[in-house]
């Protein structure tokens, strides 16, 4: 056979991708809850300087920019009396304040664990500087000690979308490159994978379209991330069908088994990244317990997407609890949803009621009942606890 022949031959076979050995994640928006956190902050600094926070100009910023041009852009678009060094001095006391009740947001501790136990390497690789990133990891327990590597944007020469950061983490994990997948949140994290030459998958939150079109893949949840599909040692924390999570509280009324927030702001108080069919018990007006399905999502129909939550009760029809107010404990994950989600077809809530039915017998599951929903008064403690992962 000529040479010819063989070229002929395998011309179309693409060559192998590269086996991926490490993970580097970004820290806020992806692994942890900053911005529910600190809400409020940027309003409150405004108003000592005469200033009205300008909601859709800042929806509009990219996430992920370094605290320098954060500063620099909030100084000129305000015309604040202030540099963007005297900016920073001012405004960080009050965020360190709230950084404490940073949550970790679903799937970030299991995801830490699984690798870490799993003995694959993983970094922390962040545009924050590196003692911001140390203040906001130190009650999540045993973070700082499972990263092999946790790098800050004053520690290389320049932050995302520059490379820098991912590719000094791979060079202190003695990693090449290729050989790293990155997992982000934000537009410019991604580019800064690209410009590595790293595998990146994007866990966006609402709006951050531009992720879809830069990633390898676009999860919606890190509950969502397959280690297997990028060649990385398996979950095997499911339970049948389901899978245990750290309990998700949050109240809304419902109207004809829709459960709508009521926040001042009109914003959910559950992060984007809370999606797909999950199960639990939901308490009415009525102080009566229900065991219940709830699939969250977002509706489409308007030309913003709203979260969409639907609730279904396992045994019995929603009739007995619409139109009250519910205050709802979520413990386990079923599925991801479809990108709308309008309505439950008849089998699928079908499978699910029976899948959350015989979960919410298990103990594993069933411990959780044991607790009041909505315990109060909520403390960091709490807030902390709810962070652990339950051992089993």
């Not at 179309?12 to 490490?22: G, R, V, W, Y």
């Not at 709230?98 to 690789?125: C, E, M, Q, T």
């Amino acid at each position: 056979m000529s040479c010819c022949d063989c070229a002929s031959k395998h011309c179309n076979a693409e060559a192998p991708k590269p086996k991926i050995l490490a993970v580097i994640f970004d820290l806020d928006g992806t692994l942890i809850d900053t911005e529910r956190a600190t809400k409020g902050v940027f309003q409150e600094f405004l108003a000592r300087y005469g200033k009205v926070l300008d909601k859709e100009r800042e929806e509009k910023k990219s996430l992920g920019m370094t605290l320098k041009d954060s500063a620099t852009s909030v100084v000129k678009d305000y015309g604040l009396p202030l540099t963007p060094d005297q900016f920073i001095q001012e405004i960080i006391p009050m965020y360190q304040e709230k950084w404490l009740y940073s949550k970790a947001l679903p799937g970030a501790n299991r995801l830490i664990k699984h690798f870490h136990d799993r003995g694959v390497p993983i970094a922390l690789a962040s545009n924050s500087l590196r003692e911001y990133i140390d203040a906001k990891i130190s009650h999540h327990r045993g973070w700082k000690e499972r990263f092999s590597v946790i790098l800050g944007s004053d520690q290389v020469k320049a932050g995302k979308p520059s490379p820098d950061l991912f590719e000094e983490a791979a060079k202190q994990m003695g990693m090449d490159a290729v050989h790293c997948l990155v997992i982000e949140d934000s537009v410019v994290g991604v580019k800064a994978a690209n410009a590595a030459r790293m595998e990146v998958v994007a866990v966006p939150p609402r709006g951050e379209a531009t992720c879809s079109s830069l990633a390898n893949t676009v999860l919606h949840s890190l509950l969502e991330f397959q280690p297997e599909h990028w060649g990385l040692p398996p979950f095997e924390d499911w339970v049948d069908n389901a899978l245990p999570i750290e309990p998700i509280y949050f109240s809304g009324l419902n109207v004809n088994g829709f459960v709508g927030e009521v926040t001042e702001d009109g914003r959910s108080t559950l992060p984007d990244q809370v999606w797909g069919v999950f199960f639990g018990w939901a308490v009415a007006d009525m102080e009566k317990t229900y065991r219940v399905v709830v699939g969250i999502g977002l509706d489409y129909s308007s030309c913003s997407p709203n979260k969409n939550i639907q609730i279904y009760t396992v045994d019995g029809n929603n009739c007995c609890i619409s139109k009250q107010q519910m205050k709802l404990l979520l413990v386990g994950y079923i599925r991801g949803s479809n990108k709308e989600i309008t309505s439950m077809d008849a089998e699928t809530l079908k499978e699910c009621k029976s899948i959350a039915s015989a979960s919410l017998d298990l103990p594993i599951f069933s411990h959780h009942g044991c607790v009041p929903l909505y315990p109060e008064p909520f403390s960091v403690e709490d807030m902390i606890g709810c962070d652990e992962i339950q051992q089993y």
